[in-house]
């Protein structure tokens, strides 16, 4: 989906040059809130229901204290057993994790963990979509890539401990920063599989 | 799926007298193991890829000790946006709440959270199958019910505010409790959404 100014001028990316001079270690968080905001728009709009799963707590100790709300005093992180988004779109079962590395050139397939692998092709199997959202160091637009053409790798990093920036482009959708959704991710999704079906 | 003993007689459900002797106040906390045993159950066995959802937490702060791991020192419980439990069954997405009451007679809607509901309306606008699973206070079995079915009386509470035991009776699937998977649930949402196209 294009977007537009008001004056009906489309939206060019260039013209967000400010953002690209922040600092380097705010772009994780920005990452993930780009992700979120757009999966936000799109519940909203009501193209897809996207959710993010919480992160997973093992709660050991709450207080209650009076007049105001619980308070977790002790808790710990566990493993989550799935990706972090899983939701619907065009009726089928979407699910993604999203990853950026701050390589220019590779994504090292030890950014991924094992239960994230598994999931994935639980969903595959299952017949959702599963997939991945990459997105490389210097770059502000995306890949949307099937987890197909990263799970064989994973297993076999013998032979392959990352994936090149290459490969990743070959065999995947680019999804440009936009403006709102941030990442139109779900063009590129209707383009990797819903067009043609191919 | 009819559970049937190594020597063929069938699991009856009769034999768990001992079961139903126990004390009432760890059966809401039985009622979620249940539910989580069953989903893993049939994760397990491939059938269906259904994950209970993490309670999402605030983390305010957290301790990074050496040696040990992580611990959360300060955290809240923020109020959920989905439902607890989301996956994939035959293909098509599933969404569903699980509520158990005391009342061996009707079941409370103010045991409905808004934010549940209005997910479970989402998930039918989407295209996915979104139901309620339900026990009533002194039965072993539970009922599947279909959001369609409870949804518009809990907008209008000024009519009813709660569910009569006969109304979801003749407006679900029993589901009897067994032993693997302990509620096979699944069984109930093959009738109520797979049989015959009704």
Avoid at 19 to 41: T, V, W
Wanted: charged share 25%; with cysteine; proline share 6%.
């Amino acid at each position: 989906m294009a977007f537009r100014y008001p004056n009906g001028r489309r939206y060019n990316q260039s013209s967000q040059q400010g953002r690209k001079k922040e600092n380097y270690n705010n772009r994780g968080m920005r990452f993930e809130e780009d992700i979120n905001s757009s999966i936000n728009y799109y519940r909203e709009t009501g193209r897809a229901l996207i959710h993010k799963k919480p992160t997973p707590v093992q709660i050991v100790s709450v207080d209650y204290p009076k007049r105001s709300a619980a308070k977790i005093t002790e808790a710990y992180f566990r493993q989550p057993s799935t990706t972090d988004y899983q939701g619907i779109y065009r009726g089928m079962p979407v699910d993604f994790e999203a990853k950026e590395t701050r390589s220019h050139t590779s994504f090292p397939l030890k950014n991924l963990h094992l239960h994230q692998v598994k999931h994935l092709e639980e969903v595959k199997a299952h017949g959702g979509l599963a997939f991945l959202l990459l997105r490389f160091g210097g770059e502000q637009a995306m890949y949307v890539i099937d987890a197909a053409h990263v799970i064989p790798w994973y297993y076999d990093q013998s032979e392959r401990k990352s994936l090149t920036k290459r490969y990743v482009a070959s065999h995947s959708c680019i999804v440009p920063e936009k403006l709102q959704p941030r990442y139109p991710f779900l063009d590129a999704v209707d383009e990797l599989y819903f067009t043609n079906d191919s």
